[in-house]
């Protein structure tokens, strides 16, 4: 399949430069920018991304040079497209200044007459999106125009480093207002560096120039569907695991599900089997929810083990949240051994996850340069998935997908909706919703709380818009009164975002009435709820979860 290779040198904007490619409709994968080659002969083009580092430094990675001579399409963005320079010979230094967030960017090509056709051509089929007439389905049908009447656009900037020697070769096409180097074209080969990035979706016209560049330039075919993912991924878990059992460890999350999903539709119901511990820190009805589903899609071998006793015992006297997540972590990979064990499964048994492509990234698995590790997946390191994993035997059906991907995905395979949709949930559970001690009667006054906003959420609308909301219980109670009683309940807080992808998010602007008839409503059925307050704080600087 025509892939674009994204070279990753840790811009917080990589992954959308993939998420914006496909949803081009054309595959694209991470790598990290200084690893070594991948094998090249699907990849029609490469794009290098930001960084928060600076060429000039030694923490400043560098790809490998033989992208220069594969006679692939190179388009690199700000730190990119700065990389590119230096490596080619030119000369990059530091702003003293920066320029951050709407720039306006004039493009003027260079005289013609200096130029070959060759670059002529090249530069019209990158800066298509730029002639008024072409609109972006134009493109996409491959209907390219010429660009006869450049113009100035808003970019969207952040940068501290500027290019202040053009390499040998390159040619500078377009300037910042404030009189930078904005667009680079190399004269000879189709490589094309833009000081600006147009994943963002406040660029201007970024969508048309990542289009002119995957469809025009690097001549890609939109073969990324969902279809097609299905029919190559279920072909390859066939060859992979004959008529071996497959074991899939299901968390009560989408991706899991999903995954359960098509592994169902891959192999005989009778070689699939599902294990799902019930820690007792769930959302309300989440246990019935997961088994129903899967029974529907036709699981027949479902191990659902309840053991809220043993964590909430576990739990016991337990504040701290890193000591909470450890032993809830510690626990859940004792009880599953355990119970994996009883299943007596031949030893050439297959161990399944719904581990994500983010996932990957996140905790850097080989896939970009980020080890930023955001979530303790009790699975990723637990010494049954390891120790599949050396002996070959994991199979990770999602792990190309973005999560959206993956819903989609769980709509095709039949799955309901309300679990395709349904907020992410951390492994712990409602025990990091539970500031401080974890206590049986918390966990039901949380789930009782936490069921109600969900609902009042669904019911107004909002629930697809937002990104994750769930209640708190603090270890606070404050005084009331109810009828002509003094009250004295515990106060919750209500928490609602909106995010791309977990890693940064804002506050979901409610309309206050809203969220005062949603307290309303929980304060008048939870009775040990006595006061409600709402979250107002975005990531960074604070996290999505509590603890
Ligand atoms: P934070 O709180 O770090 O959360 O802003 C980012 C996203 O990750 C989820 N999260 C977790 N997921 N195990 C998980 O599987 C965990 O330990 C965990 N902690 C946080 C969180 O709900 C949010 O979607």
Redesign the pocket.
């Known amino acids: 399949m025509d892939t674009i290779l994204i070279l990753d040198f840790g811009s917080q904007t990589t992954e959308l430069i993939g998420r914006r490619v496909r949803d081009l409709g054309v595959y694209t994968e991470i790598m990290p920018g200084d690893g070594a080659l991948p094998d090249l002969s699907s990849v029609r083009g490469i794009i290098l991304s930001g960084s928060p580092e600076s060429v000039y430094t030694s923490r400043g990675a560098a790809p490998d040079k033989r992208i220069y001579t594969a006679g692939i399409p190179l388009l690199g963005i700000c730190y990119g497209a700065q990389r590119m320079n230096t490596d080619l010979g030119g000369a990059v230094e530091a702003l003293g200044t920066q320029e951050y967030g709407a720039v306006t960017v004039r493009l003027y090509p260079p005289a013609e007459a200096e130029h070959a056709a060759a670059f002529r051509e090249r530069t019209a089929v990158f800066f298509v999106g730029f002639d008024r007439t072409a609109p972006l389905a134009d493109i996409l049908a491959g209907k390219i125009r010429p660009n006869e009447d450049p113009v100035s656009f808003v970019s969207w900037m952040s940068h501290g480093d500027t290019l202040t020697r053009l390499a040998p070769g390159f040619r500078e096409y377009g300037r910042s207002v404030s009189g930078f180097p904005a667009v680079i074209v190399h004269e000879d080969y189709p490589w094309f560096g833009l000081q600006f990035h147009p994943e963002v979706t406040h660029c201007q016209r970024g969508l048309e120039i990542l289009a002119a560049f995957v469809f025009g330039v690097c001549k890609c075919a939109p073969e990324w569907t969902m279809e097609q993912y299905v029919e190559t991924v279920s072909r390859s878990i066939y060859r992979k695991v004959g008529d071996n059992p497959v074991l899939l460890l299901i968390?009560g999350?989408v991706d899991s599900s999903v995954a359960g999903a098509l592994l169902l539709k891959t192999l005989p119901e009778a070689q699939v089997h599902f294990m799902y511990l019930d820690t007792g820190l769930m959302r309300k009805d989440e246990t019935l929810e997961v088994e129903s589903g899967l029974t529907r899609l036709g699981a027949r071998h479902l191990h659902s083990i309840r053991c809220e006793e043993e964590f909430l015992d576990a739990l016991r006297g337990a504040e701290d949240p890193e000591v909470k997540?450890k032993i809830i972590g510690d626990l859940f990979i004792t009880i599953q051994e355990r119970e994996v064990a009883k299943l007596r499964l031949p030893p050439t048994y297959f161990l399944a996850q719904g581990t994500l492509y983010t996932d990957l990234i996140e905790s850097g698995k080989g896939v970009g340069t980020k080890a930023r590790l955001?979530?303790?997946?009790?699975n990723v390191g637990s010494p049954l998935v390891q120790a599949k994993r050396e002996a070959g035997r994991i199979i990770e059906p999602l792990d190309r997908l973005y999560k959206d991907e993956a819903r989609r995905l769980g709509g095709m395979l039949g799955m309901d909706r309300a679990v395709i949709n349904r907020?992410?949930?951390?492994?712990?559970g409602l025990a990091?919703r539970i500031i401080g001690e974890v206590t049986k009667e918390k966990c039901a006054i949380l789930r009782e709380a936490d069921a109600i906003y969900i609902a009042e959420l669904k019911r107004r609308g909002l629930y697809d818009k937002i990104?994750?909301a769930f209640a708190v219980l603090l270890p606070v109670r404050s005084v009331g009164v109810a009828g002509d009683l003094r009250k004295y309940g515990w106060v919750l807080a209500l928490r609602a975002v909106v995010?791309a992808d977990?890693?940064t998010?804002d506050v979901y602007p409610f309309l206050m009435g809203d969220i005062i008839e949603i307290a309303t409503v929980i304060t008048n059925t939870v009775k040990a709820v006595g006061r409600v307050t709402y979250d107002v704080s975005s990531?960074p600087p604070?996290?999505?979860?509590?603890e």
């Not at 955001?374 to 009790?378: A, T």
């Not at 907020?423 to 712990?428: L, Y």
């Open positions: 968390s999350g997540r955001i979530k303790s997946h009790h907020h992410p949930f951390p492994g712990p990091v990104w994750q995010s977990g890693m998010a990531k604070a996290t999505i979860e509590w």
